[in-house]
């Protein structure tokens, strides 16, 4: 029946006389073709218990917590070394089928303890101990029979295995079986119904059964084979480790790591956490009814988040004798905690003039953040989801960031900006202006990225300029020239988006005119008294030619005339060449 217990026999038959020794049983089921150890299947691992004597040609089999998947066909094999030869022996197997169990709820594990009955005849024992090779264990037992109390020095109490004769207790040692001489001891007062039973050093083979036997003098003797007893021995057996609660960052956390031990002679198994925190004082009690004690050790301490997904490890040490021994038992810590390393990213962080981008927002939490939200940054709420989509961005996008929450609590991410390219644009104050010392061009480009800026002249003469930025996409780009130079100069910026250029009149017509007038005037002065000064002389050598030659000349005609005079030979007596003086005065005026 589901959540009951099961025991099978294998036995192989021999005559009185002959010696067996060393015999080792094996239990198998078949699957798939294949033979299988019954102990080392994962749907019996923890409920099967297999019992041998090792001088006799008897095993048996118990399974403990049945379920419908032990429904199946039990073979035995048993391996002897009889009259000093080895021998093997197979059983013919034997079917067992689980049947549901009428209750509603089936019990998980088996009861502690079993009561059995024959009659009046009673006996509590646990059905399987676990306990520790090389330490010791208590049996503990309690019996009834019929009839009334007897006293104790009525009473035998004897502990024997399958084979009644095989004898692992008797008050009489020289009748105890060799492998159990000196290592038993009924602790329990059978006047007081108490048949307690104490194993020491403890061995791999002494797993059981054990069977209580009771001499009642003038009255009866009774074997309680209903109430047989399995030793699980264990190298080590491993602690149960607990976490408590929520654990979550910052707050403080609880951990219980406990184990059992059987032998209270012995010290007590020492806790040890991998934990490096306050740790409370190991407590010790006695757990009836199987007989256990249990050591308990309960660690507080406060996880941070870089705890979450690494183990918390206790250890069991035992210490026998002079022999020391240990096992594990590790727990993956869950550590709740608020969004941290909250990320706002693109992966298109650059973007053109008029597409679509999408910014997601990403943490690092525990449990997953349940919800996010977007805000541009003058901190205005854009969108409740974890992507945020910007349809037809403009230019001047500015930065986001986003918050992540959960039930922890909620995080912020750093700001994410977006960078939105565009062809190049002329500004308003991009112009030319004139000073008597040249001209001076500026040109205002508008781009992202920023634009290479090329000056044109007349004739498509192109010319270098010089340029400074007014902020990220702006630049300015000056031209500096002579007057006179071109009317128009055009200025043109190209970047891979695009090209714009821009005509601008160089005002320099302004200017020029006046330098132009005043240089006129005064070339027309000039002139005007040239001409004044050429009609004088000319008036003087019609009148010299009329007068007598001791008059010759006016004073101004000897004036202009002086030069040339100087330059004539003594010598000579020629009349002065006044054509030739006014032409030489016009040439150095000029």
Known sequence: MVGGNVTLNCQIHSDTRDKVSQCRAQWYVREASRWREVGVLERTRGRFVKAYDGSTTNTTFTMVGLTMNDTDTYYCTLMCRINGRSRQYHGNGTQISICPSPSKAPPTSPPPVIDAHASAWSAGVPHTIPALLGSCVVIPCTFTYPGDAKNRSDLTGIWHKMAQENLIYHPDPVLIKEGFRGRTLLIGDLGKNNCSLRIDRLQKEDTGPFIFRILIENFDKYSYRNSMVFINVQDSPAPSLNVTGEVSAGKTAFASCSVSHTCPSDPPPKIIWSYNEKLNVQSEQLQPPNGQWKVTSVLTFTPTIADHNKKVTCTAEYQQRSISKSAQASQLLSVKYAPVSVRAETETPVVKEGDSVQLVCSSDSNPKAHSYQWYDVTGSLQSKERILTLQKVPRDTGAFYCTASNSEGSGKSSLVNISVEYPPEMGRESGCSAHITGVTCHCVVDSWPVSEVQWILAAGTVANSSSSTENQ?????????????????????????????????????????????????????????VTVALWKCSRGREAEKNKPSEDLGSPACVNMCANSELQTSKEEEEEPDYENCLEEDVYANM
């Open 473 to 529: 996409t702006q630049t300015l780009h000056t031209l500096c020239f002579s007057l006179g130079l071109t009317d128009m100069v055009s200025c043109r910026a190209t970047n891979k988006h695009g090209q714009k250029k821009l005509d601008l009149n160089t005002n320099q017509r302004g200017i020029l005119m006046a330098i132009y007038i005043p240089v006129c005037l005064s070339a027309a002065l000039i002139l005007i008294l």
